[in-house]
T-cell receptor, first 117, second 116 residues
């Protein structure tokens, strides 16, 4: 069963507009973490934002914010004031403990965001 | 002063050959990982090491053998390369213990492996 679902393979947004990238997850572990990464066409993986399952407030980092709805098991990324440099693949990932001091990230299939001038 | 560095960045080789990818991190992290990203951009964990000890070993052919000489290095050796091994391989590291659970994994820039 898919643990991280990103239902939008591709999205377009006008420059300076806000955009929401969807992510739903499935876990029975009460302690988990959700991460968003950006992968531009150059290929590197860039960490954007983190939300812990026990965090009381939605995470924010500059123009990035996370709309965390625990009961719905969703952790949508909101990018405000889109810029051309935001064009990239965006991955949602869930942290799962593997024991013995390690955890693994389970990734969604990603959303390709294209910002239109 | 790159945090997680992988070499080589590109690897083009023939089917049947053996190749290695090296990874080093200077972040002082205690855990390192290998991920595979396929042609559809899907990322999947392969291995993880914590302080040189193998922790995660996903269903990966035994032609793939990770080796961690110390906690700052995690290399990946692949024997008898097959066409299906063509992918981008990412090394990553993180600090896990001591209340660092909210810390992200830091990724290297990836190694693009192409099998001819």
């Amino acid at each position: 069963a898919q643990k991280i679902t990103q239902t939008q393979p591709g999205m377009f947004v006008q420059e300076k507009e806000a955009v929401t990238l969807d992510c739903t997850y499935d876990t029975s572990d009460p302690s988990y973490g959700l991460f968003w990464y950006k992968q531009p066409s150059s290929g590197e993986m860039i960490f954007l934002i983190y939300q812990g399952s026990y965090d009381q407030q939605n995470a924010t980092e500059g123009r990035y914010s996370l709309n965390f709805q625990k009961a719905r098991k969703s952790a949508n990324l909101v990018i405000s004031a889109s810029q051309l440099g935001d064009s990239a693949m965006y991955f949602c990932a869930m942290r799962e403990w593997s024991g013995a001091g390690s955890y693994q990230l389970t990734f969604g299939k990603g959303t390709k965001l294209s910002v239109i001038p | 002063d790159t945090a997680v560095s992988q070499t080589p960045k590109y690897l083009v080789t023939q089917m049947g050959n053996d190749k290695s990818i090296k990874c080093e991190q200077n972040l002082g992290h205690d855990t390192m990982y290998w991920y595979k990203q396929d042609s559809k951009k899907f990322l999947k964990i392969m291995f993880s090491y914590n302080n040189k000890e193998l922790i995660i070993n996903e269903t990966v052919p035994n032609r793939f053998s990770p080796k961690s000489p110390d906690k700052a290095h995690l290399n990946l050796h692949i024997n008898s390369l097959e066409l299906g091994d063509s992918a981008v391989y990412f090394c990553a590291s993180s600090q896990v213990g001591g209340g660092y659970s909210n810390q992200p994994q830091h990724f290297g820039d990836g190694t693009r492996l192409s099998i001819l």
